[in-house]
């Protein structure tokens, strides 16, 4: 049974830097695409990151160069390193994971296994 686990969420100032990580188990982790979603109130959920094989790495526009998506293959982890965050960026971040090519990996559909989220709030 595939499973994914959050972490990392937390208050944050405007600015500030936040680190959420991604536990996998129960498939072989290196064979999937790995993605970070988010979902604020009241809006659709967003592709933010996806990486795979480390070098295939697609950013949503609102993030780049503020926003790093990498993981450790080693210890089934995928990380996402959020530097000068903004109140915008506020939401549930999710991790999700599928095993097919896809040539549209920011869209929500192309994942079929989900994590149960980490909020991430950022205010003064």
């Known amino acids: 049974e595939v499973q994914l686990v959050e972490s990392g969420g937390g208050l944050v100032q405007p600015g500030g830097s936040l680190r959420l990580y991604c536990v996998a188990s129960?498939?072989?982790?290196?064979?999937?695409?790995m993605a970070w979603f988010r979902q604020a109130p009241g809006k659709e959920r967003e592709g933010v990151a996806t990486?795979?094989?480390?070098?295939?790495?697609t950013y949503a526009d609102s993030v780049k160069g503020r926003f790093t998506i990498s993981q450790d293959m080693a210890k089934n982890t995928l990380y996402l390193q959020m530097n000068l965050l903004k109140p915008e960026d506020t939401a549930m971040y999710y991790c999700?994971?599928?095993?097919?090519?896809?040539?549209?990996?920011?869209?929500?559909?192309?994942?079929?296994?989900w994590g149960q989220g980490t909020q991430v709030t950022v205010s003064s």
């Open positions: 999700a994971a599928d095993p097919r090519w896809s040539l549209r990996p920011l869209f929500s559909k192309e994942y079929n296994y």
């Open positions: 129960g498939y072989t982790y290196s064979s999937y695409r």
């Open positions: 990486i795979y094989n480390n070098n295939r790495i």
